[in-house]
């Protein structure tokens, strides 16, 4: 069964700091990553996407995939007390429907 | 464009108890997805459709927990009979079709209590 691991389970970086998540998934057939951001009492909201090797940025937050080892990592840099809140890594695949989540990634930026 | 909606947002029920949840997903959207979110088992998919039809019953899930669709803009989940260990927050996603490229668009949810 497909599994998505993210690492670490909790994270508290300062303002200002750097924020480095990581997620990897165990199917070789996946070919899309989706990083949600979900707040306190809140739902999950998509924040990023990557679907091709490489790196994309928007704004703070930067995102890497290596398809050949199935890892994807999110970076917020200059963190802020607003972007505390639980990050959830997805993976699919172009043939199929389901979206496996991994457990997430509290961060918490301290002011 | 409204989003995806749910209701109730909060539930209280007795064990033993019939409720049942209700979502409306993005207008225009095939897919429609279930899942109960907990602190320890996260992210769990209870049910998916696509353009009405159910595809995943959830399994484990399959025999208190149904799921339908009565149209496009509808659907309900119903807990029958509901038990302490179901208390979490329920989930409706939506998204623009099938395939993983598409982006799933997540309601507020309903946080269901069972005494």
């Known amino acids: 069964q497909q599994k998505v691991q993210q690492s670490p389970e909790s994270l508290i970086v300062p303002e200002g700091g750097m924020a480095s998540l990581n997620c990897t998934s165990s199917?070789?057939?996946?070919?899309y990553f989706w990083w949600y951001r979900q707040h306190s009492g809140k739902s999950p909201k998509m924040l990023m996407s990557i679907f091709s090797n490489g790196e994309k940025e928007e704004g703070r937050f930067t995102v890497h995939l290596n398809k050949a080892s199935l890892h994807t990592s999110l970076h917020i840099r200059d963190s802020q007390p607003s972007d505390s809140a639980l990050y959830l890594c997805a993976a699919s695949m172009t043939g199929g429907y389901k979206v496996v989540f991994g457990s997430g990634t509290r961060l918490l930026v301290s002011p | 464009d409204a989003g995806v909606t749910q209701t109730p947002r909060h539930e209280v029920a007795e064990k033993g108890q019939t409720i049942i949840l209700k979502c409306e997903p993005v207008?225009?959207?095939?897919?429609l997805f279930w899942y109960r979110q907990t602190k320890i088992q996260g992210l769990e998919l209870l049910s998916y459709?696509?353009?009405?039809?159910?595809?995943?019953d959830g399994g484990a899930f399959k025999d208190r927990f149904k799921a339908e669709m009565l149209n496009s803009s509808f659907s309900t989940l119903k807990i029958q009979p509901t038990e302490p260990k179901d208390s979490a927050v329920y989930l409706c996603?939506?998204?623009?079709?099938?395939?993983?490229?598409?982006?799933?668009?997540f309601g507020p949810g309903t946080r269901l209590t069972v005494l």
């Open positions: 199917d070789r057939n996946v070919d």
């Open positions: 207008s225009g959207h095939n897919d």
């Open positions: 996603a939506s998204r623009a079709d099938w395939g993983g490229a598409y982006e799933q668009y």
């Open positions: 459709f696509r353009s009405k039809s159910l595809m995943e």
